[in-house]
Structure formats: C-alpha cells, structure tokens
C-alpha cells in the first residue's frame, strides 16, 4: 500500500508540475497506481487456508503473471484515450511524444503488448509452479475481469447495456 500512495504522489507531481515522463517511468509507477497488485495481494489474504508466507512473498516479488496483468491495464489508457478523457494524461499521450509516433501506431503498439500479456498469463498458467493453481486462477480471473471491462470500451466508467447483461448473467440469472 505504501508503494501505491508513493505512486499516487509521484502522479500528482507530475500533474501539477506539467512534467511528461518517459514511457517508461510512466509504466513503472502506472502500475503501482492501479491497485492491482494490492487488489491481487488482498484477494491473498481471503484464502488463508491456501495462501502461506512463500505464497504472499512471491506476489510481493512481481512475479511475471502479476507484471503481464498489470499490462492489461493498457487497456484502460486506450479506452479512455479514444473517449477524450482529457483531465489525466495518459500512457497513449507519453509514448507518442517520447517515440514521435501517430495514435495508429500506438494503439498497434498496446495491442502488442497487451497480446504479449495474455501469452506470459496463459504460460504461467501451464507451466508447474510451487505457488498454489487456485491462486494463480485468481490472477487469471481478475486478468478476465480487465478484459471483460475494457475490451469494447470503459465499461467500468461508462456502464453500458453489455456490463448490465454481464452482471446479470453472472449474479441474478446465473448458468448453474
């Protein structure tokens, strides 16, 4: 959590003091700032009966399923790029100034990435680990959940007929 209020703080620096970081320094504190790998390690700590201190001292290490996650978080900045999201600059707006591209390239670019991510998911996935598979499925899960929020837009922000169908099909006319 301290690591997640140090990136917020490096934000807010960047915001008020007009600095555009590189695409990298970018990426390293976006994805502290995203909560995700805090979502992820308190997601941990529900599961006690399967979760032991190797377990919670792997995640805190960034293992490569958490890291190709945290990517998926592209996603966000692409959707709230295209929706002109204008208040909060974006990774899309960095990297087109560092690398002196076009948009097109840039979406080709995340797309890339964000393909890359799922292929280090679904590896680490198959391959055998000492760290338990139910907490990899949970990784895997919150992985599907970015997916389904931000794949056609930002359905996180925008609650849409598609979401409402999701969340209805999943909690109140469940396939059981």
């Known amino acids: 959590m301290k690591n997640q209020v140090r990136a917020y703080f490096v934000e807010a620096k960047w915001f008020h003091e007009w600095q555009i970081p590189t695409m990298e320094e970018y990426m390293r504190i976006a994805l502290l700032s995203s909560g995700y790998s805090l979502l992820i390690t308190s997601c941990f700590i529900g599961m006690r009966e399967v979760v032991r201190k190797e377990a919670l001292d792997w995640a805190m290490n960034d293992p490569k399923i958490v890291r190709a996650s945290n990517i998926l978080g592209l996603m966000n900045d692409v959707t709230s790029y295209k929706l002109k999201r204008r208040h909060i600059a974006l990774a ?47 990784i895997l899960n919150l992985s599907r959940v970015l997916d389904v929020v931000y794949r056609e837009g930002d359905s996180y922000t925008y609650v849409g007929e598609g979401m409402k169908d999701n969340i209805r099909s999943l909690l109140i006319d469940p396939i059981v």
């Open 92 to 138: 899309i707006e960095f990297y087109m100034k560092q690398y002196d591209v076009l948009e097109e390239q840039v979406h080709n670019e995340f797309h890339d990435q964000i393909v890359k991510a799922w292929m280090d998911i679904n590896q680490e996935i198959l391959k055998p680990t000492s760290v338990p598979m139910s907490l990899l499925t949970l």
